[in-house]
DNA sequence: ACAAAAAAGGGTATATTTCCCCTTGCCGGA
DNA sequence: TCCGGCAAGGGGAAATATACCCTTTTTTGT
């Protein structure tokens, strides 16, 4: 058997049932193998640091994980092995998270409801030619670079006084929370409602949640 | 071949990534075979009422999926096939959802994170003798049934007024939305405060969220 | 026909929102 | 060096919106 020519893939996914699964799916499309699989980016980064010479093709790397997870684990990555070619396996099509994957330097972003077809294209695009783009994705990248001008930008306070805004709090009791006066307080609200184009306490706790500034 | 002395199993699940690979997993198994795969409860239930004499030993079925869910699909089972043994699948740990599944008649309700060994006793366990329960999901059954008392129900008019207590409109704008008298609402929000234990309009879209009875 | 809900109202105290103005300190260009 | 600008912090006052009482009228189910 000539498993030495065949290029080796690492899939690091916590859903166990996924990862054995996409194994055999990986290996009936002939040319793959599947060296090692990893449950969250954390023992993948640790197998990593202990086996810096390994020869890896490819690592098919998922978003959602606990104890440390693809996004983390994509940071790691570009800082101290940018040499390795990542495909970011997500049920998730949060353009952020895309975006973070992305210049953090995966090569393809695929949702796990694309086709056995489709995904080996994608293996193969990657291996051979570096990346592989969805139009889904190549989608955001544009929308992407066409609103990069004017994004929103809070600051650290401005943080901490959503988070507060986001509680059953009154605006006096925020303020004395954060040591401030009430009326600066009350300067803050505004400017954001400006910034954010809202009208209500109500709208700053929505876009609070919907940017995961706070969460429930 | 011997084919047809296989147990015979339909998966639904959308992503298809996950539900090819997860029949070549079963394939390995040896005593099974996936008969069919589809994409979403709607096309599963159009299949089952054009071929509703076809032998099914046992239905994997997705929780989150599009076009109809699992829960839905778990709904029309119940009250048109009670007769076919269903194991619910999901990412989603949340209590509600998999007590749901259950009341409506799944037979076992499994993680994707779960290892094949355990999938394989999960199948091999609900195909003969009609059941499997993990300890996560037990646990929630006895929980349930502990606090099951005091639980608490919303009226459908208190949901229309939360829905729209999670926007920027006042209450007398949603008065007149909900063709209510302003005091009416008053009245909808005092007793919501109280029920839910909140006393403010922010506190009741954190409830809602949390409750998901309104997305974001 | 009667009790229980649902709907609506009155009144009042706070909270929130909005607008416009003031100080202080810092930074960059003329 | 001086000066304008600008950002952060703070203030007054007024208009609305919210929250919390308690009472009355209408519907509704049985």
New binding site residues.
């Given amino acids: 058997m000539k498993t030495n020519l065949k290029r080796k893939i690492i899939i690091v996914d916590d859903h166990l049932l996924f990862s054995q699964s996409l194994e055999l799916l990986i290996k009936s499309f002939g040319d793959y193998e599947v060296i090692e699989r990893f449950e969250n980016g954390k023992v993948f980064i640790d197998y990593l640091e202990e086996n810096n010479s390994t020869e890896i093709d490819l690592i098919l790397l998922d978003v959602n994980m606990p104890v440390l997870d693809g996004l983390s684990t994509m940071q790691w990555l570009k800082d101290n092995r940018p040499d390795l070619k990542v495909i970011a396996l997500s049920v998730n099509d949060d353009e952020e998270i895309i975006i973070k994957m992305i210049t953090n330097g995966a090569k393809g972003y695929l949702l796990k409801d694309t086709s056995p077809e489709i995904f080996k294209e994608a293996i193969e695009c990657v291996i051979e030619k570096g990346f592989y783009f969805t139009e889904l994705v190549s989608g955001m990248l544009i929308n992407k670079v066409n609103s990069d001008n004017k994004k929103i930008c809070l600051?650290e306070?401005e943080i901490v006084f959503i988070k507060h805004a986001c509680t059953e709090m009154?605006?006096?009791e925020i303020a004395s929370e954060m040591c401030?006066?009430p009326?600066?307080i009350?300067?803050y609200?505004?400017s954001l409602?400006d910034k954010l184009e809202i009208?209500?306490?109500i709208g700053l706790v929505l876009y609070a949640i919907k940017h995961k500034i706070v969460f429930v």
């Fill in positions: 600051k306070k009154t605006y006096k401030l006066s009326k600066t009350d300067g609200r505004e409602f009208k209500t306490r």
